[in-house]
Each structure stands twice: as C-alpha cells, then as structure tokens.
C-alpha cells in the first residue's frame, strides 16, 4: 500500500484522490491555527514556494485534538491560514491524525513512520516526508522547523528539476 489509494476532504469539501500528487515530493502536516507551532505555516510556505515548480507539495491537515487548538470551521481556518500565513499549498478538512476516529492516511503514515517514543502523533505540526514514489521516508517532530528540512527535501527532488 502507498499513499496514493488514500484520499480526504478538502478544505473546500471536494474529494481529493492523493493520487494527484504522484510523482511529487510531500510534506504531510497535522497543522492546527491556535499552536504555539502556527507560525511553521509560515515556512512551510516557503518551502511550497521555492521547491513547488520541482515537483514538491505540502499538504495540510487541520487537526483540533490537541488541546482544542483548531476549533475554528474549514473557512475559518482556510481564511486564517491565508490571511496570516499567505498558504497557498493545498489544506484539507479538518480531521482526527490519532485514536478510533483517526483519518488512514494517517494510521498509515504513524505505521510507516514511528515516532520517538511510540507511533502515535503526540501534538500538532508533525511533519511527514514522501518520497516521489509514494514512500514515507522520514518523520520529523513538531518542533523541527521547516527550513531544516530543505536539505531532505532537495535530497529527494528528481535531478533534472532541481535548481542550480
């Protein structure tokens, strides 16, 4: 299994296969608009922004289990995230990333790429990186930011499309 026989909600309430970002490099994110790690939005637009013409794409999951740090609708926190942060990579509806009610993608993700001290996502901004191919190749904690991901990122970017 691969992530691209996943798909979620998207912000907007489309269904969107996960399959539309084959090929691409991913960074998966649980993102929340009332975290101490909100302003990671921030950089992970700039990753967006630079690597994007390269076959790389964030994705975004608003997830409201920790400490209730995302209570706001889908077009609050799509209007948040533009207004504050200028996000422009593709967010998805608001959905559980631990427990019964946790979204596959997600269940997948923690099984293929454990965390520290357990599998289970612990907080918000929890960061997965795929590969082209649909391999989760690395898990990153809530508190790496974003730009230390550059050199994974550009590690993975196909050859031919990456900047000089």
Known sequence: MRIYEFSAKTIDGDEQSLADFQ???LLIVNTASECGFTPQLEGL??????YRKQGFTV???PCNQFNQQDPGSDDDIS?????NY???FPMFSKIDVKGN????????LTEQAKGM??????WNFTKFLIDQHGNVVNRFAPQTKPEKLRTDI???????????
């Open 23 to 25: 090929n691409n490099v």
């Open 45 to 50: 637009q700039k990753l967006y922004d630079n």
């Open 59 to 61: 994705l975004g999951f």
């Open 79 to 83: 209007a948040f995230c533009q207004q």
């Open 86 to 88: 200028g996000v422009t």
């Open 101 to 108: 009610n946790a979204h596959p993608l997600f269940t997948y």
């Open 117 to 122: 001290v357990t599998k289970q996502i612990k």
């Open 154 to 164: 550009e590690r993975l970017l196909p050859t031919d499309k990456k900047l000089s």
